[in-house]
């Protein structure tokens, strides 16, 4: 359980992440750069719906790569729904690439020449923006539209063995509290200053391991503390990516990030 709530929670920072650069998709039959024709689902490790009073957040990626050349353009578009009335998460089972709405984050991508990994420009007004804090480069690890490769998520997920059994509109769920008793993220800049902080107040995580989806609940107005605190400290200390090391009770989990504090301190002021 420990294993699998510090990956939790680790994604719990995240608030929600863009994707700004991924892998050469290539044909694992025949060889070969494979073309798109237009954009193309990226099945993540999890999909984290974020509830707030008007509904669910749950930011989901779409690539559209060129045929020879492969180069490659990266879309994060929010999958908003009204929540319990509507399910917060995309329906995986077929991998319909269909969905549309308004890209937060365009990122191009191209496979030679790519001066940096974090590039990218922002919609303000697409609903979702309020969740946006993290830019994430990714290998093609999962894979696009059912030409996934891999499964680590499942792993992680078979480790929830001591988390609690809940019964949600009929589905079970694995539910797990992190808070500032056990839980600690460790924030290095990279640029010579580190710092620490804790949830403000007890994060509920609800984990669907079959169909890889997390829902967090972040209703609680107390969690705006610690998030002004994280705040506060990226803009006074800023650098060129961030380290973050979530600690649960011994058991760490540490990524390489671009912590975004302009629409974080948009989620904190406008829904807290």
Not at 50 to 74: C, E, H
Not at 79 to 100: G, M, N, T, V
Not at 183 to 208: C, E, H, K, Q, R
Request: charge should be negative; hydrophobic fraction near 35%.
């Amino acid at each position: 359980m420990k294993k699998l709530l510090t990956f939790a929670a680790v994604m719990a920072l995240s608030l929600g992440c863009a994707v700004t650069n991924y892998s050469l998709i290539t044909d694992n039959d025949v060889g070969g750069t494979v073309g798109t024709n237009g954009k193309a689902y990226i099945k993540q490790s999890a999909q984290i719906a974020f509830q707030y009073p008007d509904g669910t957040d749950n930011l989901i990626w779409f690539v559209d790569q060129a045929t020879g050349s492969g180069n490659r353009t990266l879309y994060t578009i929010d999958f908003h729904r009204d929540y319990p009335a509507q399910s917060p998460f995309k329906d995986d089972l077929y991998c319909s690439p269909d969905w549309s709405g308004c890209a937060i984050v365009t990122a191009p991508d191209p496979e030679v020449g790519d001066t940096s990994i974090f590039d990218n420009s922002q919609n303000q007004n697409c609903t979702g923006w309020r969740t946006l804090s993290l830019l994430t480069s990714t290998s093609r690890y999962y894979g696009e539209c059912g030409r996934a490769k891999g499964d680590r998520i499942r792993t992680v997920l078979n480790l929830a063995n001591q988390m609690t059994p809940v019964s949600v509109n009929g589905t079970t769920w694995l539910k797990g509290v992190v808070n500032s008793s056990n839980l600690t993220y460790i924030v290095d800049n990279n640029n010579g200053m580190t710092t620490s902080f804790s949830p403000g107040a007890d994060v509920t995580l609800l984990v669907n391991a079959p169909h890889h989806q997390i829902q967090m609940d972040l209703q609680n107005p107390v969690i705006r503390q610690s998030l002004q605190r994280a705040r506060t400290w990226l803009d006074a200390h800023p650098g060129p990516y961030q380290t973050i090391t979530a600690v649960l009770n011994g058991e760490t989990a540490t990524g390489n990030v671009k912590v975004l504090t302009g629409p974080m301190g948009n989620f904190i002021e406008q829904h807290y």
